[in-house]
């Protein structure tokens, strides 16, 4: 392997702000956070692919995929991170190389397509993403970033996490150390406030970051930078000036938070968007911490009086599908976000949660799940299509809520399915978000099509099959 | 006859082009109880599948070998053995079909050879499950190449030469750009003159959008491997496409006979089918037959009006631009813009001037002045910057529902697309204004009593110094 990638795989590895990690013995440290691929049996994206994830958010820089076509011309424009502005992150580049490429080495013809895409885009910055094939034939892409940075005057930024060094979440990882690396820290921001957050980790999946911006903006706090979602790059490259910090729960880039932590002494917590509690505590932790920070203390009480309002309204509303939810059962199979903060939410509205995945879930989260759902909570660790089919067959749930990779296993057993995974189109963030959630299982679970679907077919009633 | 160029590009800029693996995976995914495998990193598995279950709305039975460097620079045979077993243990296929990729292809892994040894080894255990290979490079060929290399590579494999022929069975071997639905015609057409069709691959079996009984993991349909043994013993085989010329020779060279059909959109080109199903089943065509080509001719009426004389800019895989620009053609319009993603005999052919193999920025820059895109769904951002209205076309849709049955051959087929096209050209039809008429520099000042010559005038409407309309991409 590339030694830098190596080195870098293992100080992500090693990451000290990870419990996760601490609780592992050097040996089991070592070997790093990544379970072993099982062929034939292994779902889920790439290192690169996680890389590009990461990254692709920051909607003014040009992301350039140095490789065969496969890994740009088959995934770009795919994903849902919404822009208040710049559309060129949409664009997609790949250096698409051929045969004689892959004989003679990419590197002439990835430094052609960097000065190509400056001429044509004039982009504050390129982003170049090392791949599979381009990383084993050896081209250097540091070296070519570099050399083109000094010759066009312009940041050009190696991202060098090739697909088969590891699953998506390495991937995360590994892009958000090329920010670190080549991005953080390198401008200064004109003004800066004691109100100047970061946050990171939120990729602004269906606009959700827009969720949460009128509660900062009317308490004042400034989103100095979004890492990475409707990000820019300066903005980036400013976010060391920043006061403090929130990462998003999912510790997709709990390595940029403890970096910058480390650098430049910008504190962080570790919260969430999704439930009602959460998105208080998430305001309460970053008041708290502008204030250590210097901001006034009259933030606090602000703050406090904004939940209040907020909170209060955002329950009402829940309330009100009480009486249509009652009694319903949901089947709760989600990835990264926190079961139990939604797991609450879903109560209040009356729905029974049959059962729910924590398969990413840390102890603590477990615990919290049996306080909220009790001792005999369901919880599946790794449930397979075909029980997720059985189980939605029985009819021991009425609705799934899960991402893209099962959707069809409950629309095949003619069950409805909410799609709350990162490809979903709608925004389930901050009190607007869970409200609205509550809002599409009931618009789900009350759509007229199921009942139609699941009625026999002519020549499945025995009557008209008597009589022909 | 048109010119068919290279994009002189270093750096693709909105690919038109999908990769060789996915077009062979997605031919697998029209086998009956089949489990497609790229041999590749996850990643290569993992952005195909969505891209087809974004496309089709459907489950993608498909798997990876999980390569990581290591196990790359050693060779993959241990990954392919354990993929093989595990697939074999909790999903036990009929077949499991396997693509190469970029990385296992730079590195050489001699697949061929591991799953010799792969069979010998665990020849019990194995029992009841097939295994195919097909080399698919990432870093040559497209989409269509793919497909067509593991058609190719099926038939190779597993098609072998018959002592008779059984009167009234129809091989069928369809090009990647045909819909579940476009199959689903095909065959129609074969059985209304009562002949037996048998498709390799099937993707209306297995993509059409049913519901099965049961969960199943493999493919839910599609073509048997009976079905592709029994391409032997066929007494026709139809191929559509240029692409299929590759397994189409291979069918003649153990004496099956074939026809090739470069599309079947269009009324001549549906007529030729026609009149060979006429002459394999020495019957009349059947009345409905005859009833649909009339409300075709009276659909080619009728939109002639609103294709005629339209500037239309294609991005299409070759067998797709084809058949969309012939249709065009005949119907009047002007395929002003072709880009394609790889190369075939058939490019010279389609009917414009220059077909360059490229991408979506080339479309895009070549579709100035054009009044309609026709290329997939990320045609979008061009057409929105153009401000021309986009027919979807081919795959990747991932912004549309019922992509599988978009009909666009034979007759019907044939029919519903001059509508669908016509009506987005009445849909977006142009109102006309004042400002629409204005007279050239030259007679303003001749009726002013000013000498034509030397026009100072600096107005956008001057023709003197109006250049041709440049849309940036990027607006400033």
Redesign the interface.
Known sequence: ?DARVSAKIQSVFEEPACEHNQNKDEKARKKGCTKQ?????????????GAKIALQPIADVAH?VH????????????RNSSTSGP??Y??????????L??IYGGE???F??????IE??DPPAVFVYQT??T???GDDIEAVCKRAAEKFGKPVVPVNA??????KNLGNKLGAEALLDYVIGTEEPEVTTPYDINIIGEYNLAGELWQIRPLLDALGIRILSCISGDGRYHEVAQSHRAKAAMMVCSKSMINVARKMEDRYGIPFFEGSFYGIEDMSDTLRQLARLLVQRGAPADLLDRTEALIAVEEKRAWERIAAYRPRLEGKKVLLITGGVKSWSVVAALQEAGLEVVGTSVKKSTKEDKEKIKEIMGEDAHMIDDMT??EM??MLRDARADIMLSG?RS???AL???MPWLDINQERHYAYAGYEGMVDLVREISKTLFNPVWEQVRAPAPWETPALEEAC | MAIVHDSKKACAVNPLKMSQPLGACYAFLGLASTMPMMHGSQGCTSFGLVLLVRHFKEAIPMQTTAMNEVSTILGGMDNIEQAVLNIKKRANPALIAIASTGLTETKGDDVDGYLRLIRAKHAETLDGTEIVYVSTPDYVGAFQDGWAAAIKALVAAFVTPAETRVTGRIGVLPGAHLTPADLEEVRELIEAFGLDAVLVPDVSGSLDGHIPEDFTPTTLGGATLDDIRGLGACEHVIAIGEQMRGAVERLEAIGVPCTLFDRLTGLTATDALVALLMRLSGKPAPARLKRQRGQLQDAMLDGHFHLGGKRVAIGAEPDLLFALSSLIAEMGGEVAAAVTTTHSPLLVRVPTEEVLVGDLEDLEMRAVGCDLLITHAHGRQAATRLGIPLFRAGIPQFDRIGTAHQLSVGYRGTRDLIFQLANIFLAHMHAHGPEDWPLPAEAVAAAQGQSAAGCGCASSSCSSVSDEVVIPIIPA
């Open positions: 392997m691929l099982s062929p034939g049996a292994a779902a889920g994206g790439c290192a690169f692919d350039l490789g065969p076509i496969a890994c740009e011309g088959n995934s770009w424009d795919n559309q060129l949409r664009t997609g580049f790949t250096t698409d190389i051929g045969e490429d892959v002439k013809r990835l052609k397509s960097i000065r190509e895409i044509k885009y599979c094939v990383a084993l034939i090739p697909g088969f060094v590891g699953p299509p075909r089919f059985k893209g959707q069809f296993v095949k057993a003619k």
